[in-house]
Structure formats: C-alpha cells, structure tokens
C-alpha cells in the first residue's frame, strides 16, 4: 500500500518538497525581499511625481506662451495699478523665478 504523500493526483506536476521553502525571518530581522515588495510602489510613486511635475511645467509653459497678459481684457489701467497688480502676481519677476513660485504655490496646494 502507498502512502498518499508517495502519488500524485497530477503525475506530470513538479516535485515539491518542504525543505525548499526558506524559514520565515525571526522577529525584527530585514531581509532585502522585503525592499524588493516596496521597489514596485516607490516606482510608481516616482513616476506619478514625475508625471505631476511635467504637467504643471507644460501648464506654466502654456500659460507664459499665450499673448498678451492678465489684464489685457480690462479696461486701461492707470500705471500704478498695473505695477502693484504685477508685485502682487509676481508678474514683475524672471520666469525662472515665476516658475519656483508656482511650483511652490502648487506643493503647498495654492492652485490660484
């Protein structure tokens, strides 16, 4: 008589046995499998931030490269309200200097 641990009811499967499963790790010991489970998160977190990141540069990209300006619409402004509108908006700054402004804006949730 066999034992059931001797056949198989899939003849063609594999061996297995319990001597190739490697023993859990003791309590408080890192093993490197356990940054290889997070490798696949911080990728897509790396790639949603750069995704984010490009979408805002093209929003500022487009926004900087339509004509004229914000107040163009309105009726003439005398100067010393254009130029305190363009303190308050930063529009009187370098565009790199624009450009950290807004994204700092954005980290911070400043969408406006």
Same mark, same amino acid.
């Given at each position: $008589?066999?034992? !059931? %641990? =001797?056949t198989?009811a899939y003849?063609?499967?594999? =061996?297995?046995?319990?001597?190739?499963i490697? !023993?859990?790790? *003791?309590?408080?010991? %890192?093993? +490197?499998d356990?940054r290889l /489970? @997070?490798a !696949?998160i911080?990728? *897509? $977190?790396?790639?949603?931030m750069?995704?984010?990141?490009?979408? *805002?540069?093209?929003? @500022?990209v487009?926004? %900087?490269? *339509?004509p004229g300006?914000? @107040?163009?619409? =309105? /009726?003439?402004l005398?100067?010393e309200?254009? +130029? +305190?509108?363009a303190? /308050?908006?930063?529009l009187? =700054? +370098?565009?790199?200097?624009? &450009?950290?402004h &807004?994204l700092?804006?954005?980290? /911070?949730?400043?969408?406006?």
């Open positions: $008589m066999t034992s !059931p %641990h =001797e198989s003849p063609d499967a594999p =061996e297995t046995s319990q001597s190739s490697p !023993p859990l790790p *003791a309590r408080g010991q %890192h093993t +490197s356990r /489970r @997070f !696949p911080a990728g *897509a $977190m790396l790639e949603a750069l995704t984010l990141w490009l979408l *805002a540069t093209l929003c @500022f487009l926004l %900087h490269a *339509a300006g914000p @107040f163009d619409n =309105e /009726r003439a005398q100067p309200l254009a +130029s +305190s509108l303190a /308050r908006y930063r009187d =700054e +370098s565009l790199p200097t624009q &450009y950290v &807004y700092g804006d954005l980290v /911070r949730g400043d969408l406006g």
